[in-house]
């Protein structure tokens, strides 16, 4: 009697077993692939977000995979060409963007979003990112333009003004950079400037306004020849050499210094000012002090803006098998109800027009509520064959070598246009 | 009769033939599983690489990819001025580095080869520079080096030997010499220990018999030290120049191959090129170039060496 009660026990817990294992196997699994900014990301964004959809859309099985952002985009690329990428990817640039489109590895998503209830939810500036040859590529969730933080005591303490233009900029840099001991040694400085790799985003703040007007903040025109030949654009690279080489506003390291430096810089009290993102706020706040951070619009120069738009967006892979499932996914995951959440977990700004009214954070928080403005004073990095070259190695180098006086700074708009017209 | 014997005869030499011949094949049998594994693991890439070298490769330009290029990589790479300052820069950072590393390890091995307390330990100690891994070993340097807050420059400072701070890796006179001094640090073990490896084979009568005969510590370095050391710091210096020149992570992380080019390497112009412009094949080609300029530089000093009367 025992035998048989204990052998029927066993065959019900298996056949729940079985049961519970069909019905996994039967949702489909859809993969997003994404970089993280902070290990943590993935495991909250899986947890408190997808967990909802998951839960929602049982024959639909999503989640977040950590994709390193060195690897990243060569990940992205390689797998797009042999045919083996996740279903859905999160990037955060269209440059990568129109390599993946030319590539033939984006899934046109007009036809899903000309029904979709939240497309006119969406900031039109970020639809305006969002298409390739007259196509939407991907849906935008995410942006973080550089804004200009800058310690707020310091200013109060020198009675200045936070500046609104180049001239003000360095005005307040200049009064700001001080021996403040009376060693002979400067103890801290107007601006930190960022010379490595990924310098060139706040270098272009100050020399894309030039080009705004007349050639919408392009690289290269339709003739061939790299705006940075222009006269124009020459005095506006020489101006910010000068804060350097001439003024001496910046730190001495800045030549060579990246992104960890530049942070350090400004969290330890060496410099007043510096550009960024709004999701270094919370590093730069633990360090300072919220009271002592302040955040302004970058400075005009010849009465225009313009930062980069880096702007982040969803795309569904022309490989995908489940592109109805995965589009399931995306359109949830970019509502406006799920974007806050996102972008709170993601330390980025949303691309949701009122976004106070989904969450107000976004409009109380100082840094977020600077990060939202900025965007109407955005561009978008003409996508170029040639960019990869001058965000890694051409801008880099002759910015560096300009900064120590190897070469001139029309030497170096001569080079990078080069670079840039793929001669 | 005779038939018979001359059968046998012959049978038992086809079978010893065959025995002989399956006792010739075993050894190749038991390590072709080794063998294979090798060949897939080393020689696919390398063979990979060469065929890419000839190719287009170009992720950005997946319609041209794996299409028949000719010569023309090798053409743009010897025509390409980049390419002179990285192997300029390769000569001056493996000639630095191993320079050093042989002077200091050769020191280093004298001391460990003496008797004292606690020499074990120490031995286990210096090793220390070369089981750390390299990136954390890059990082920590450029922090060191760091011209705010750098430990370096804050001794210097304390000890009055700056007023002030040097910013190492952002000057194009010091940060090839700053990266030389860590990789030095960070290849001194290998090398010590290897050294103190020929040290203690050799035999301490040769030493006696020169006491003997009245020779100074230097006569005994000269004429039994070095000579019997040779084979070692042969292979020792061989194998340092071969890592040392394709090392990217501590001059990546360092420096980036900045400020400008100052510190651009070889292989961190590699590594830069499949980062920025996806091309593979012009990456293959410089990988190849330095492959042929270290492979024939070895031939060169081994031959070298060999005629020399020293084998190895």
Redesign the interface.
């Known amino acids: 009697m025992n035998k048989r009660k204990n052998m029927l026990t066993v065959t019900f817990v298996l056949l729940i077993l079985v049961l519970g294992a069909t019905l996994t196997f039967a949702s489909t699994e859809i993969t997003i692939w994404s970089h993280f900014d902070a290990p943590e990301h993935a495991d909250r964004l899986n947890k408190e977000l997808l967990a909802k959809f998951n839960e929602a859309h049982p024959d639909i099985h999503a989640k977040f995979e950590q994709v390193p952002w060195g690897s990243a985009h060569e990940k992205y690329l390689i797998s797009m060409v042999t045919g083996n990428p996740a279903d859905i990817i999160f990037y955060p640039t269209t440059i990568w963007g129109r390599e993946f489109w030319n590539l033939g590895g984006l899934e046109p998503l007009d036809n899903y979003v000309k029904n979709w209830e939240n497309k006119d939810k969406i900031l039109d500036v970020a639809w305006k990112y969002s298409t390739f040859d007259g196509q939407i590529f991907g849906i935008p969730i995410m942006t973080l333009p550089y804004y200009l933080y800058y310690r707020a005591d310091w200013f109060e303490e020198l009675g200045i003004e936070p500046p609104k233009t180049r001239e003000e900029f360095l005005s307040v840099a200049k009064k700001i950079t001080a021996d403040l001991d009376g060693d002979g040694k400067t103890d801290r400085y107007g601006y930190t400037l960022r010379g490595a790799r990924g310098g060139n985003v706040a270098w272009e703040s100050f020399v894309m306004p030039v080009l705004k007007k007349e050639y919408d903040c392009k690289y290269v025109r339709d003739n061939g020849d790299s705006t940075f030949r222009l006269p124009e654009a020459r005095e506006a690279n020489q101006w910010f050499v000068e804060l350097f080489t001439k003024h001496k506003v910046t730190q001495p390291t800045g030549a060579t210094d990246g992104f960890a430096e530049t942070m350090q810089v400004f969290q330890s009290g060496l410099a007043g000012m510096l550009q960024q993102h709004v999701s270094v706020s919370g590093p730069i706040t633990k360090a300072l002090g919220s009271d002592n951070v302040g955040a302004v619009l970058t400075p005009t120069v010849k009465g225009n803006r313009a930062t980069t738009s880096a702007m982040h967006h969803f795309v569904i892979t022309s490989a995908s098998k489940h592109k109805e499932e995965a589009w399931e996914v995306l359109s949830w995951l970019t509502s406006p109800e799920q974007a806050v959440v996102f972008n709170k977990i993601r330390e980025g700004t949303p691309v949701i027009k009122n976004v106070g009214e989904y969450d107000p954070y976004f409009i109380e928080d100082k840094f977020q509520r600077i990060s939202v403005e900025q965007l109407s004073d955005t561009f978008l990095s003409q996508p170029l064959e040639t960019l990869g070259t001058f965000f890694e190695s051409a801008w880099p180098e002759n910015f560096q070598k300009t900064l120590l006086g190897e070469i001139t700074p029309d030497e170096m708009m001569d080079n990078i246009s080069k670079a840039l017209e793929g001669k | 009769m005779k038939k018979f014997v001359t059968g046998l005869f012959i049978k038992a030499r086809l079978q010893e033939s065959s025995k002989y011949m399956r006792e010739k094949k075993l050894p190749y049998l038991l390590i072709a599983p080794a063998l294979i594994s090798a060949g897939i693991i080393i020689l696919y890439p390398i063979s990979k690489g060469v065929m890419m070298a000839f190719q287009h490769y170009n992720?950005?330009k997946?319609g041209l990819?794996g299409q028949f290029n000719g010569v023309n990589n090798f053409i743009k790479v010897f025509s390409d001025p980049k390419f002179y300052i990285a192997l300029k820069n390769t000569l001056y950072y493996v000639g630095g580095s191993v320079g050093g590393q042989f002077f200091l390890g050769l020191i280093l091995a004298l001391l460990l080869n003496r008797k004292f307390k606690g020499r074990g330990l120490v031995r286990s100690i210096v090793l220390i520079p070369w089981v750390t891994p390299g990136v954390l070993a890059a990082l920590m340097w450029k922090w060191l080096y760091?011209?705010?807050?750098g430990l370096i420059n804050w001794l210097l400072s304390d000890f009055g030997v700056i007023?002030?701070?040097i910013?190492f890796?952002?000057?194009?006179l010091t940060?090839m010499p700053a990266v030389i001094l860590m990789t030095i640090w960070k290849g001194t073990p290998f090398v010590g220990i290897m050294f103190l490896a020929g040290l203690q084979a050799i035999p301490a009568k040769l030493y006696e018999a020169a006491d003997i005969d009245g020779a100074n510590w230097w006569q005994k370095f000269i004429n039994i030290t070095i000579p019997l050391l040779t084979p070692i710091i042969i292979i020792t210096l061989i194998l340092r120049i071969i890592w040392t020149a394709n090392d990217v992570e501590l001059l990546y992380v360092m420096?980036?191959?900045?400020?400008?080019?100052s510190t651009?390497t070889l292989p961190v112009y590699v590594y830069?090129i499949?980062?920025?412009?996806?091309d593979y094949a012009y990456g293959a080609t410089l990988a190849m170039c330095l492959m042929g300029i270290l492979v024939v530089s070895v031939y060169f000093y081994i031959r070298y060496v060999r005629k020399s009367g020293v084998n190895f």
């Open positions: 992720f950005l997946p990819l760091n011209g705010n807050y007023k002030e701070y910013p890796l952002s000057q194009t940060a420096t980036e191959g900045g400020p400008g080019t651009l830069k499949l980062k920025g412009s996806l």
